[in-house]
C-alpha cells in the first residue's frame, strides 16, 4: 500500500496509484488509487485534484487530507487540497460555533450581580481555548446566529461554501436588523459570498441596507457613533505594536487625509522617509506632544479642559541600566556562547559571571501596557522625558526604584502589585495591570489581609466575575504561578513571565548610580 501512514482514525492507509493515464482523445487524466480501509480494497477514480474536490467539507474531507498528505502531487493537487483543508476548516467552525452557542444557554454560567447579571460563557470559552475575550464573542455570536433566524449562513458555513470570517461578518452586519429585511439581504448575499473577500461581502451588505431601507440605515449609523473608539496597543514582533480606531467614515476620511498632507509637505521638501513613515511620525508627534504638555478638548456639556501630562512606566533590570556604565562588560550571552561552541571560538568570560558556559539569560525590560522591550531602547527611554524609570533585581524581578517624578504618587502597595502583575491575571487576558483593579484575592470581607500577596490585578470585566462568584482566582505561589478556577470548575494556571534564575550573584552596581540625566 505505498508504506504511507495510517489515517487518523479511519483504519485507512494512504492510497497506492494503480492506474495513471488519459482518455483515448487525451483531454482528462485518469488515476485509480487504491484504499484499505479496515483490511478492505476500495478503489477511487479520479485526479487528486478531483477526489479533493468531491470529499465535501466533514469527515471524508479529513481523511482524504491525510491519506493524500504525504504523496507527490502538482500544483493543482495541491491548490484543491488547500481549498479541501478551508471547507474542513469551515465545518469544524461551525461546530464550534453551534457547541458555544449551546454552552452559553447553559444556567450555569448566568450570576447574580447587585446591577442584575453576569454571563460567563465568553470567559469560559476563553480559557478552554486559550483565546482572547473578543475571538470568543465572535465564536458566541456566530454560534447564535446560525442556530436562530439566520440558519442558512449556518448551512453555508457547515459546507464550506464560506469561511468563519465570512460568517461573522453575516451576523454583526445583520444581526440587529428587523428580520423582514435582514433574512433576504442574507440569501442576496450568500449568493455572492463564495466568491466575495470578507471586506467586500461588508461592502456588499452595508450597500444593500442603505437601499432596502435608508431610515434604519441612518438609525443605526447614528448609534454606531457612541461606539467609536480607539484600540488599546496590540504587541507585535521586534519591538513594534499596532493600534486601531474605530471611527465614523467622515472622521476616518479627515483622520487619513491629515496625514497624507503631512507626508506630501515632507516630500515636498525631499524627506527621505516613506509616505506610512511620515504617517506614523505625525501622528506620534501629536501624542508625544499631548503626553508632555498635555492636550486641550471640549466636552459634551460645552466646556474646556486640559488633560495632564502622563508618563509611561518602563521597568528595567538593573544588569541592563549596567551596560550604560562605561568600562561595564557584561557576562556572555546564551547565543554568544552557543555561537562560541558551534564555532570553536571561546565566549569572553572576563565578567567572571558563575557558569559563564552556559551562557547568561538576560532578563528583558518591560514597557507597561505592551510587553518585552530590547535592552537598547529600554535605555533610550530611561532617560526620562515622558517615560518613568523603574529598576528591578536582577535576579528577582522585584523593583528596586520606582523614580521620583510623579505626577500623582500610587500608594506603594498598589505600585508593586501593578508592577508585579502587568496584566490581568487570568490566564490569557492582556489588559495592562494599569488599567485593572486591585483586588483582595480573599476577600477583605472575610478576613483577607491587604497584602501584596493576597491583592491581584483584575481587569474590570474579571473582577465582576469574581465578585458574582463566577471565577476565583488562586494565591501567588513562590514560584510566580497562579490559578483560575472558572465558573464550571476548570482550574487553569497562569504561569510567571519568565523562569526564575536558577544562578547568578547579584551586580556589583547599586540603583543610586542612575539617578540623574544620563549617563547616569
Given at each position: 500500500?505505498?508504506?504511507?501512514?495510517?489515517g487518523?482514525s479511519?483504519?485507512v492507509?494512504s492510497?497506492?496509484?494503480?492506474v495513471s493515464?488519459?482518455?483515448?482523445?487525451?483531454?482528462?487524466?485518469?488515476?485509480i488509487?487504491?484504499?484499505?480501509?479496515n483490511?478492505?480494497?476500495?478503489?477511487?477514480?479520479g485526479?487528486v485534484e478531483h477526489?479533493?474536490?468531491?470529499?465535501?467539507?466533514g469527515?471524508?474531507?479529513?481523511?482524504?487530507?491525510e491519506?493524500f498528505?504525504?504523496r507527490a502531487?502538482?500544483e493543482?493537487?495541491?491548490l484543491?487540497s488547500?481549498?479541501?483543508?478551508a471547507?474542513?476548516?469551515?465545518?469544524?467552525a461551525?461546530?464550534?460555533?453551534?457547541?458555544?452557542?449551546?454552552?452559553?444557554a447553559?444556567?450555569?454560567?448566568?450570576?447574580?450581580?447587585h446591577?442584575g447579571?453576569v454571563?460567563?460563557?465568553?470567559?469560559?470559552?476563553?480559557?478552554a481555548?486559550r483565546?482572547?475575550?473578543?475571538?470568543?464573542?465572535?465564536l458566541?455570536?456566530?454560534?447564535?446566529?446560525i442556530?436562530?433566524p439566520?440558519?442558512?449562513?449556518?448551512?453555508?458555513?457547515d459546507a464550506?461554501?464560506?469561511?468563519?470570517?465570512?460568517?461573522?461578518v453575516?451576523?454583526?452586519?445583520l444581526?440587529d436588523?428587523?428580520?423582514?429585511v435582514?433574512?433576504?439581504?442574507e440569501?442576496?448575499?450568500l449568493e455572492?459570498?463564495?466568491?466575495?473577500t470578507s471586506?467586500?461581502l461588508?461592502?456588499?451588505?452595508?450597500?444593500?441596507?442603505i437601499?432596502v431601507?435608508?431610515?434604519?440605515?441612518?438609525?443605526r449609523?447614528?448609534?454606531?457613533?457612541?461606539k467609536?473608539?480607539?484600540?488599546?496597543v496590540?504587541p507585535?514582533?521586534?519591538g513594534?505594536?499596532?493600534?486601531?480606531?474605530?471611527?465614523?467614515?467622515?472622521?476616518?476620511m479627515?483622520?487619513?487625509?491629515?496625514?497624507d498632507?503631512a507626508a506630501?509637505a515632507?516630500?515636498?521638501?525631499s524627506?527621505?522617509?516613506?509616505?506610512?513613515?511620515?504617517?506614523?511620525?505625525?501622528?506620534?508627534?501629536w501624542?508625544v506632544?499631548?503626553a508632555?504638555?498635555?492636550?486641550?478638548?471640549?466636552t459634551?456639556?460645552?466646556e474646556?479642559?486640559t488633560?495632564?501630562?502622563?508618563k509611561?512606566?518602563?521597568?528595567?533590570p538593573?544588569?541592563?541600566?549596567?551596560?550604560?556604565?562605561?568600562?561595564?562588560?557584561?557576562?556572555?550571552?546564551?547565543?554568544?556562547?552557543?555561537?562560541?561552541q558551534?564555532?570553536?571560538?571561546?565566549p569572553d568570560?572576563?565578567?567572571?559571571a558563575?557558569?559563564?558556559?552556559?551562557?547568561?539569560?538576560t532578563?528583558?525590560p518591560?514597557?507597561?501596557?505592551?510587553?518585552?522591550?530590547?535592552?537598547a531602547v529600554a535605555?533610550?527611554?530611561?532617560?526620562g522625558?515622558?517615560?518613568?524609570?523603574?529598576?528591578?533585581d536582577?535576579?528577582?524581578?522585584?523593583?528596586?526604584?520606582?523614580g521620583?517624578?510623579?505626577?500623582?504618587?500610587?500608594?506603594?502597595?498598589?505600585?508593586?502589585?501593578?508592577?508585579?502583575?502587568?496584566?490581568?491575571?487570568?490566564?490569557g487576558?492582556?489588559v495592562?495591570?494599569?488599567?485593572?483593579?486591585?483586588?483582595?484575592v480573599?476577600?477583605?470581607a472575610?478576613g483577607g489581609?491587604?497584602?501584596?500577596a493576597n491583592?491581584?490585578?483584575?481587569?474590570?470585566?474579571?473582577h465582576?466575575l469574581?465578585?458574582?462568584?463566577?471565577?476565583?482566582?488562586?494565591?501567588?505561589?513562590?514560584?510566580?504561578t497562579?490559578?483560575?478556577?472558572?465558573a464550571?470548575?476548570?482550574?487553569?494556571?497562569?504561569?510567571?513571565?519568565?523562569?526564575?534564575?536558577?544562578?547568578g550573584?547579584?551586580?556589583a552596581?547599586?540603583?543610586d548610580?542612575?539617578?540623574?540625566p544620563p549617563?547616569?
Amino acid at each position: 500500500t505505498g508504506g504511507g501512514r495510517r489515517g487518523v482514525s479511519s483504519g485507512v492507509v494512504s492510497p497506492r496509484m494503480v492506474v495513471s493515464g488519459r482518455l483515448d482523445d487525451g483531454s482528462m487524466p485518469i488515476e485509480i488509487h487504491e484504499f484499505h480501509r479496515n483490511g478492505v480494497s476500495v478503489f477511487e477514480c479520479g485526479t487528486v485534484e478531483h477526489l479533493m474536490d468531491a470529499s465535501g467539507s466533514g469527515a471524508q474531507a479529513i481523511v482524504m487530507l491525510e491519506n493524500f498528505a504525504d504523496r507527490a502531487a502538482n500544483e493543482d493537487a495541491l491548490l484543491a487540497s488547500i481549498r479541501t483543508a478551508a471547507r474542513a476548516e469551515a465545518h469544524a467552525a461551525g461546530l464550534k460555533s453551534r457547541y458555544a452557542a449551546r454552552l452559553a444557554a447553559a444556567e450555569r454560567l448566568t450570576f447574580p450581580t447587585h446591577t442584575g447579571t453576569v454571563d460567563a460563557a465568553t470567559e469560559e470559552i476563553a480559557l478552554a481555548l486559550r483565546v482572547t475575550r473578543i475571538e470568543a464573542e465572535r465564536l458566541l455570536a456566530v454560534g447564535r446566529a446560525i442556530t436562530g433566524p439566520f440558519w442558512a449562513t449556518g448551512e453555508s458555513l457547515d459546507a464550506g461554501r464560506i469561511t468563519f470570517a465570512k460568517a461573522w461578518v453575516i451576523a454583526d452586519c445583520l444581526g440587529d436588523v428587523a428580520l423582514p429585511v435582514a433574512l433576504p439581504i442574507e440569501a442576496k448575499a450568500l449568493e455572492r459570498a463564495p466568491e466575495r473577500t470578507s471586506a467586500e461581502l461588508r461592502r456588499d451588505i452595508e450597500r444593500m441596507l442603505i437601499e432596502v431601507d435608508p431610515d434604519a440605515a441612518d438609525d443605526r449609523a447614528t448609534a454606531a457613533r457612541d461606539k467609536r473608539t480607539v484600540g488599546r496597543v496590540r504587541p507585535a514582533r521586534d519591538g513594534m505594536a499596532r493600534m486601531s480606531v474605530f471611527l465614523p467614515a467622515p472622521d476616518a476620511m479627515i483622520l487619513d487625509g491629515a496625514l497624507d498632507a503631512a507626508a506630501t509637505a515632507a516630500h515636498a521638501v525631499s524627506d527621505e522617509r516613506t509616505t506610512g513613515q511620515v504617517r506614523a511620525d505625525a501622528l506620534t508627534a501629536w501624542a508625544v506632544a499631548a503626553a508632555r504638555n498635555g492636550t486641550t478638548l471640549t466636552t459634551t456639556g460645552g466646556e474646556t479642559v486640559t488633560s495632564i501630562p502622563v508618563k509611561v512606566a518602563v521597568t528595567i533590570p538593573l544588569e541592563v541600566l549596567a551596560r550604560a556604565i562605561p568600562g561595564f562588560t557584561p557576562p556572555p550571552t546564551i547565543a554568544q556562547v552557543l555561537h562560541a561552541q558551534l564555532t570553536g571560538d571561546d565566549p569572553d568570560t572576563d565578567a567572571g559571571a558563575s557558569g559563564a558556559a552556559e551562557g547568561h539569560r538576560t532578563e528583558a525590560p518591560w514597557l507597561e501596557g505592551y510587553g518585552p522591550l530590547t535592552p537598547a531602547v529600554a535605555r533610550l527611554l530611561a532617560a526620562g522625558g515622558t517615560w518613568q524609570r523603574i529598576v528591578t533585581d536582577t535576579l528577582t524581578g522585584a523593583p528596586l526604584d520606582v523614580g521620583r517624578t510623579r505626577y500623582t504618587p500610587p500608594a506603594h502597595l498598589a505600585t508593586l502589585v501593578r508592577l508585579r502583575d502587568r496584566t490581568c491575571v487570568r490566564p490569557g487576558c492582556s489588559v495592562p495591570a494599569h488599567r485593572c483593579d486591585r483586588d483582595h484575592v480573599h476577600d477583605w470581607a472575610a478576613g483577607g489581609r491587604t497584602s501584596a500577596a493576597n491583592l491581584a490585578s483584575q481587569c474590570p470585566r474579571d473582577h465582576a466575575l469574581k465578585t458574582a462568584g463566577a471565577a476565583t482566582p488562586g494565591p501567588l505561589l513562590p514560584d510566580g504561578t497562579r490559578t483560575w478556577t472558572s465558573a464550571l470548575g476548570h482550574t487553569y494556571t497562569r504561569p510567571p513571565e519568565r523562569e526564575p534564575r536558577r544562578r547568578g550573584g547579584a551586580l556589583a552596581v547599586s540603583a543610586d548610580r542612575f539617578e540623574g540625566p544620563p549617563p547616569f
